[in-house]
Nanobody
Framework: EVQLVESGGGLVQAGGSLRLSCAAS????????IGWFRQAPGKEREGVSC?????????YYLESVKGRFTVSNDNAKHTVYLQMNSLQPEDTAVYYCAAHYDCSPYPADFRSWGQGTQVTVSS
């Protein structure tokens, strides 16, 4: 059973940066994917980014974060990072990481989820 723990959220001014971390434990296979999702109050959960452990082909970014967010991984540590630059108030949400066997933008495809970390961007 894969366990995921997010960290790195917080309060930041617009234009600032945060780096989120997703630490995975209990990973049984080398081939896996970690997706980043976010959910703002009153809105549906949306896929932000995703990265696979063995290939870059599946990597994706939500259109609104392209050029600002960068996903990376450290396979040896089973940790995935989401570097968020030029943060905007619209980025305010609870951010979750989730594990699957390959990247997908759809939350329903992911079975293992972290608890989430709050990101708040003030104007």
């Amino acid at each position: 059973e894969v366990q995921l723990v997010e960290s790195g959220g917080g309060l930041v001014q617009a234009g600032g940066s945060l780096r989120l971390s997703c630490a995975a434990s209990g990973v049984s296979f080398d081939d896996y994917a970690i997706g980043w999702f976010r959910q703002a109050p009153g809105k549906e959960r949306e896929g932000v980014s995703c990265i696979e452990s063995t290939s870059d082909i599946g990597t994706y970014y939500l259109e609104s974060v392209k050029g600002r967010f960068t996903v990376s991984n450290d396979n040896a540590k089973h940790t995935v990072y989401l570097q968020m630059n030029s943060l905007q108030p619209e980025d305010t949400a609870v951010y979750y990481c989730a594990a699957h066997y390959d990247c997908s933008p759809y939350p329903a495809d992911f079975r293992s989820w972290g608890q989430g970390t709050q990101v708040t961007v003030s104007s």
